[in-house]
């Protein structure tokens, strides 16, 4: 596909279950990030991914959370044990290159009931 | 830490007016300042960016102002049109990870 593709776009679960999101950013870039937009809030950084290079964690809000990336391609964002703050919705984004446009996808929208 | 505070958190113009929302940050390693613009049940997508060798780049209705000694930028949409109502984010980044504001919500009344 042409965009970012993230799955799925909705997903309800029971409070302590686990979920994994996904994302497939386009083909090519090197860069993928994900972020946590809670309802009428901004874009809270998560974890960042460039290239071979470690991962920046250091927006990840728990041990709860965890993401991988194979290579330059498919992302999972997982949450453990979810929580009903942990509703949100979960933008996934991918660049090119440090300092171009980050295309985004549409977001997985979880809620945890 | 919010590394980029946004201002007004909403805000409410007349078709044909002008829609500011204005942006400050702290971190002067920062050197890519977008904004984006995001309409509900959709991501972000990018309406315009700017680099602080320049103080004003103008695409279309809309121009960002860029005061690097300020460190504050801000997002001027001319000839406001319902059809921009949306929410609106200004970021900055070194190149890495980017730094949102909390966005504006903008309505613009017919």
């Known amino acids: 596909g042409a965009g970012v593709s993230q799955s799925p776009s909705n997903k309800v679960t029971e409070k302590g279950k686990d979920v994994e999101l996904r994302c497939d950013p386009i083909s090519g870039h090197t860069a993928l990030y994900w972020y946590r937009q809670r309802l009428g809030q901004g874009l809270e950084f998560l974890i960042y991914f460039q290239g071979n290079s470690a991962p920046d964690k250091s927006g990840l809000p728990s041990d709860r959370f965890s993401a991988e990336r194979t290579g330059e391609s498919v ?4 949450i453990q044990r979810t929580q009903q703050e942990d509703s949100a919705v979960y933008l996934c984004a991918s660049s090119g290159d440090m300092n171009t446009e980050a295309f985004f996808g549409q977001g997985t929208r979880l809620t945890v009931v | ?105 903008l309505l613009v009344t017919p």
């Open chain 1, 75 to 78: 992302s999972t964002l997982t």
């Open chain 2, 1 to 105: 830490q919010q590394q980029v505070k946004q201002s007004p958190q909403s805000l409410i113009v007349q078709k044909g007016g002008i829609s500011i929302i204005n942006c400050a940050y702290e971190n002067t390693a920062f050197d890519y300042f977008p904004w984006y613009q995001q309409f509900p049940g959709k991501g972000p997508a990018l309406l315009i960016a700017i680099r602080p060798d320049v103080s004003e780049k103008k695409e279309g209705r809309f121009t960002i102002s860029f005061n690097k000694s300020a460190k504050q930028f801000s997002l001027h949409i001319m000839d406001s049109q319902p059809g921009d109502s949306a929410t609106y984010f200004c970021a900055a980044t070194t190149g890495y990870a980017l730094n949102f504001g909390k966005g504006t919500s």
